[in-house]
């Protein structure tokens, strides 16, 4: 199922969230630097499978462009200019500041996990079930 797919790489993203945190925290900055890489790495790998693979197909066949996928490429956006402020905190070895970023990306994550966990996912499986197989394969690909 697309739902468990997905779901099974927010919780590997949400590990690796907590690894590069732990190590900024703990002033571990060249682990750090190395953790917050793995993390970034994983999550924009999430978001370009979902919105490369799965969500157009999804609006193909629905013809819902301005529901729910367009919400999770605006908080995919979001995300992605707290990465690049948390990056240059890192770079300047500011824990505060990336830790304050950490927070305020960790509650934006776990609303957004949540809406695509318990709304949006279960819409994936219902309408793309056919060819749920062929998409999780392309997905495995993207970018790769």
């Known amino acids: 199922?697309?739902?468990?797919?997905?779901?099974?790489?927010?919780?590997h993203c949400d590990q690796l969230f907590a690894e590069a945190e732990q190590k900024v925290a703990s002033g571990e900055w060249e682990a750090a630097d190395e953790e917050f890489q793995r993390m970034r790495e994983a999550i924009e790998h999430h978001f370009e499978m979902e919105e490369q693979?799965?969500?157009?197909?999804?609006?193909?066949l629905t013809g819902m462009t301005m529901g729910p996928t367009q919400v999770m490429r605006q908080e995919h956006v979001q995300m992605r200019d707290l990465f690049d402020s948390m990056a240059g905190a890192l770079a300047a070895r500011d824990s505060d500041?990336?830790?304050?970023?950490?927070?305020?990306l960790l509650i934006m994550m776990q609303q957004h996990n949540a809406k695509e966990e318990q709304i949006l996912y279960p819409?994936?499986?219902?309408?793309?079930?056919?060819?749920?197989?062929?998409?999780?394969?392309?997905?495995?690909?993207?970018g790769g």
């Open 1 to 11: 199922m697309i739902s468990d797919f997905l779901s099974n790489d927010h919780q």
């Open 123 to 142: 819409m994936l499986d219902a309408h793309l079930q056919g060819e749920a197989e062929a998409l999780l394969e392309r997905a495995r690909d993207v």
């Open 97 to 104: 500041a990336y830790l304050g970023d950490s927070e305020t």
């Open 53 to 60: 693979v799965f969500f157009p197909r999804f609006e193909e």
